[in-house]
Nanobody, 120 residues
C-alpha cells in the first residue's frame, strides 16, 4: 500500500502562484508514475499532469501547458506541481495519484485532495 498526502493548496489571486506537494509513504519506491488530477464542482475529474518514475517524461493537459510544472524528488518520495499564472478556472480540488510502472496499469493510489481557489 502507498499513502499519499497532498499539501500546499490555498486561496490565491489570479496571476499568482502555488506549489502543491504530494508526499508518499508506505510501500514507496521510485517505480511509480505520478499524476496530478483536479475536479471542480459539477465537473468531471481532469488529468492535469503526470511524470514517469525517472522524471524524464512528463505530460500536461493543454490548458496548463506553459504554466504548470510537475517534478519529483524520489529521495524524498515527493512529487510537486508548481502552478504559475493561475486563473479562476484553475479552481478545483487537486489530487495526486500513483500508478505502478507496468503495462496497462492504472492510478491505484490517491491522496485526499487539496483545495485550490483562484480569485479574479
Amino acid at each position: 500500500q502507498v499513502q499519499l498526502v497532498e499539501s500546499g493548496g490555498g486561496l490565491v489571486q489570479a496571476g499568482g502562484s502555488l506549489r502543491l506537494s504530494c508526499a508518499a509513504s508506505g510501500r514507496t519506491s521510485s517505480s511509480y508514475a505520478m499524476g496530478w488530477f483536479r475536479q471542480a464542482p459539477g465537473k468531471e475529474r481532469e488529468h492535469v499532469a503526470a511524470i514517469d518514475w525517472s522524471g524524464g517524461s512528463t505530460y500536461y493537459v493543454d490548458s496548463v501547458k506553459g504554466r504548470f510544472t510537475i517534478s519529483r524528488d524520489n529521495a524524498k518520495n515527493t512529487v510537486y506541481l508548481q502552478m504559475n499564472s493561475l486563473k479562476p478556472e484553475d479552481t478545483a480540488v487537486y489530487y495526486c495519484a500513483a500508478r505502478p510502472t507496468v503495462p496497462n496499469s492504472r492510478y491505484d493510489y490517491w491522496g485526499q485532495g487539496t483545495q485550490v481557489t483562484v480569485s479574479s
